[in-house]
Each structure stands twice: as C-alpha cells, then as structure tokens.
Nanobody, 125 residues
Framework: QVQLVESGGGLVQAGGSLRLSCAAS????????VGWFRQAPGKEREFVSA????????YYADSVKGRFTISRNNTQNTVYLQMSSLKPEDTAVYFC??????????????????WGQGTQVTVSS
C-alpha cells in the first residue's frame, strides 16, 4: 500500500514558479513510476509529467516541456515537480500518482495504482 500527499501548491503570478512535492509512505514507492496529472475545472484529468523509479527516464506533456522539471529522491520517498514560467492555463489541481508495475503507459491515468488528494495551483494573469 502506498499513500501519497501533495504539497507546495498556491497562488502565483504568471511567469512565477512553484515546486510541488509528493511525499509517500510505503515500501513500493521507490520502485514505482511516479506521475503528475492535473485537472482544471470542467476538464478531464491530463498527464503532466512522469519519472521512472530509477529516475533514468522522465517524460513531459508538450504543454509543459521546457518549463517543468520532475525529479525524485527515493531516500526521502519524495517526488518533486519544479514549475517555472507559469501561465494562467497551468491553473488546476495537481495530483501525483504511483504505478508499481512501471507500465509503459505512463501518460494514462489508468496505469496508476495510487493517487494523492491533490494540491491547487492558481496562476493569475
């Protein structure tokens, strides 16, 4: 069993930065692919970024590539999402999720076994 808790969300002006954290409990977290997804009001949940358990591979949605950076510290059971050059369209609830099977479909929400409660990110123009 893995429990995930996101933190670091908040209100920021366009062009600003935030760092989200996903803290986990559970032995399988360090061997799981971890992804970040977001959901804006009235929209479907969408893939943002993912990192494999070794951190050897990272993946990004085109909309955040070059602005967001995902990283992890398996010793601390934490995954980070550094968000820079934020835009109003980045406003959403951000969720982290863990996939203990490390499936190839890292971009699909259905591939993930465990989810956090989410943290709100609001970017003002």
């Amino acid at each position: 069993q893995v429990q995930l808790v996101e933190s670091g969300g908040g209100l920021v002006q366009a062009g600003g930065s935030l760092r989200l954290s996903c803290a986990a409990s559970g032995r399988t977290f360090s061997s799981s692919t971890v992804g970040w997804f977001r959901q804006a009001p009235g929209k479907e949940r969408e893939f943002v970024s993912a990192i494999t358990w070794t951190a050897y591979s990272t993946y990004y949605a085109d909309s955040v590539k070059g602005r967001f950076t995902i990283s992890r510290n398996n010793t601390q059971n934490t995954v980070y999402l550094q968000m820079s050059s934020l835009k109003p369209e980045d406003t959403a609830v951000y969720f982290c999720a863990a996939d203990k099977r490390n499936s190839a479909e890292y971009y699909q929400a259905g591939a993930y076994n465990y989810w956090g409660q989410g943290t709100q990110v609001t970017v003002s123009s």
